[in-house]
């Protein structure tokens, strides 16, 4: 990599286009280098099959992450049919075979999975048990017990088929009932191999049981051979640095990468830090209301009483604007806990990002100051 200008203001966040083969945090260490800091945060990971949108937090904004994982999340998910393993993923050991499903058996079940549903994520997940990663339990002979959860799935299309006589077929169907593009009613009897969904989730949701459940439903098995995250709240693949390198999501190239020995994770590095250049954002109102965030801008006069944490009331700000799309989540979800407080960015007049309080019960709590320009 030739020599890059390293920016002196480390807090950014940076929206990356992670590929297949390579983990969430092998993914940072380019992030690392561009950015001249080893403080870098994403805000979900990603398993190593999978590919899209990482949300990268660093300096001092690495303190939102936890904010930005809480958010609804979209993905486009390839479901292999008649095979289950135990990872749910293709990157397990196959522990049952079943028979394949018919379109319309799919569908059906398909249209159980919308609004609020009980789910059990994977054994072979990050959820501690104990303390202890369950699939570091699992590895290790032992045995775990996941309480189920409770998720939202806001949403679900299929987009694509491949049949058991292995023909293609592109689709657009949001509901059971919806007319879409099968060239005759008896393709709904005829099996299926894979699907590609598009599934706009709720925090905590696992893809993987997702497609796990709904095989188990249409009296088949399934896992999960490929998935896709294309937007992480108001974030989207579109925007992330690197996204031109990742191939089109289709069951196609899904599959090809499945029968591939070797992925490749080669990338020109001067391309790379170009990108990640162009895209890293500094915090702006908008980029704060992207994060969940209202925007507060304090009165030039309380400064120094804001950098000092001494006590702030609504007087001490030129304005506050309430951003409505989080309470609107909240209400949808019925999370009263996350509706019961304002969280604002605050910025000075001169538009520099100061730090992010709370407002509730009347009175605003600092969450973090950022250090002085």
């Not at 280098?33 to 590919?51: C, E, R």
């Not at 994520?121 to 959860?149: M, N, Q, W, Y």
């Not at 051979?225 to 069951?251: M, Q």
């Not at 990468?257 to 830090?273: H, K, R, T």
Request: proline share 3%; with cysteine; charged share 30%.
């Amino acid at each position: 990599m030739s020599e890059i200008e390293i920016p002196a203001d480390k807090n950014l966040i940076v929206l990356l286009a992670k590929r297949p083969g390579v983990t969430s945090f092998s993914s940072l260490k380019i992030v690392k280098k561009v950015l001249g800091t080893k403080k870098i945060g994403h805000t979900g990971t990603l398993d190593s099959f999978a590919q899209g949108l990482l949300v990268c937090c660093a300096g001092g904004l690495t303190r939102l992450a936890g904010s930005i994982t809480e958010f609804d999340k979209t993905y486009e998910a390839v479901i292999e049919f008649g095979i289950e393993t135990d990872t749910l993923d293709p990157t397990g050991a196959v522990v049952k075979n079943a028979p394949l499903p018919t379109l319309f058996s799919f569908l059906k079940s398909l249209e159980k999975f919308r609004g609020k549903l009980k789910q059990t994520p994977p054994a072979f997940s990050a959820i501690k048990i104990g303390g202890e990663r369950a699939s570091d339990i699992l590895r290790k002979g032992g045995g775990v017990e996941i309480p189920c959860r409770e998720i939202f799935v806001y949403d679900w299309e299929l987009k694509e088929v491949q049949f058991e006589d292995d023909e293609l077929r592109a689709v657009s169907c949001k509901t059971f009932g919806d007319e879409f593009r099968i060239e005759a009613e008896k393709d709904l009897s005829r099996k299926i191999k894979f699907a590609r969904v598009e599934f706009r989730v709720s925090k905590g949701t696992y893809i993987r049981s997702l497609a796990h459940d709904i095989g188990a439903d249409c009296k088949s098995a399934a896992h999960l051979a490929g998935l896709l995250r294309t937007k992480v709240g108001a974030f989207s693949l579109g925007d992330a640095a690197l996204c031109e390198t990742i191939a089109p999501f289709t069951i196609q190239n899904v599959v090809r990468g499945l029968e591939s020995d070797s992925v490749s994770c080669d990338v020109d590095m001067d391309f790379a830090a170009k990108e990640i250049l162009q895209k890293s954002q500094r915090m702006s109102p908008d980029l704060a209301r992207a994060c969940g965030l209202g925007v507060a801008v304090l009165k030039a006069e309380r400064t120094e009483d804001f950098f000092h944490g001494r006590p702030m009331k609504e007087n001490c700000f030129v304005s506050l604007q309430k951003n409505l799309r989080t309470d609107c989540a909240a209400k949808e979800l019925g999370d009263t806990k996350e509706a019961s407080f304002e969280r604002y960015a605050v910025f000075l007049r001169n538009g520099e990002f100061v730090g992010v309080v709370q407002r509730g019960f009347g009175h605003f709590n600092y969450e973090f100051v950022m250090a002085k320009a």
